[in-house]
């Protein structure tokens, strides 16, 4: 079992939603976590993300006001809540820890510096 575990992933059609889930083993804890995307032929991109030292989040353009992201941890979960979905929002997802930003007390969406990973889910979303 990883450290980090992604569900919830799955097919929909455009305008439709989804729930992802990222289950955090209690060995890590970072205030910098996040939520990332690949497409085929395409960069790692960063979609959403925690801020450091307050409960806020910080979104990519291309999701800004249609996904959001929460944290139970009651429950070591970090969820990614897509809403609207697009075409252009197929990708594997992935969920990730920060221990290096987390000791810098800043957190970006720069992924060589996310340590831990999820093995990834599924998003298809079809027009």
């Known amino acids: 079992q990883g450290q980090l575990v992604e569900s919830g992933g799955g097919s929909v059609q455009a305008g439709g939603s989804l729930r992802l889930s990222c289950t955090v083993s209690?060995?890590?804890?970072?205030?910098?976590m996040a939520w990332f995307r690949q497409a085929p032929g395409k960069a790692r991109e960063g979609v959403i993300r925690?801020?450091?030292?307050?409960?806020?989040?910080f979104s990519g353009d291309s999701v800004a006001g249609r996904f959001t992201i929460a944290r139970d941890n009651a429950k070591n979960t970090l969820y990614l809540q897509l809403n609207s979905l697009k075409p252009e929002d197929t990708a594997m997802y992935y969920c990730?820890?920060?221990?290096?930003?987390?000791?810098?007390?800043?957190?970006?969406?720069?992924?060589?510096?996310?340590?831990?990973w999820g093995q990834g889910t599924q998003v298809t979303v079809s027009s």
């Open positions: 990730a820890a920060s221990s290096i930003l987390d000791s810098r007390r800043y957190c970006n969406f720069n992924s060589n510096e996310y340590d831990y």
């Open positions: 209690p060995t890590i804890y970072s205030n910098c």
């Open positions: 925690t801020v450091y030292g307050n409960s806020g989040t």
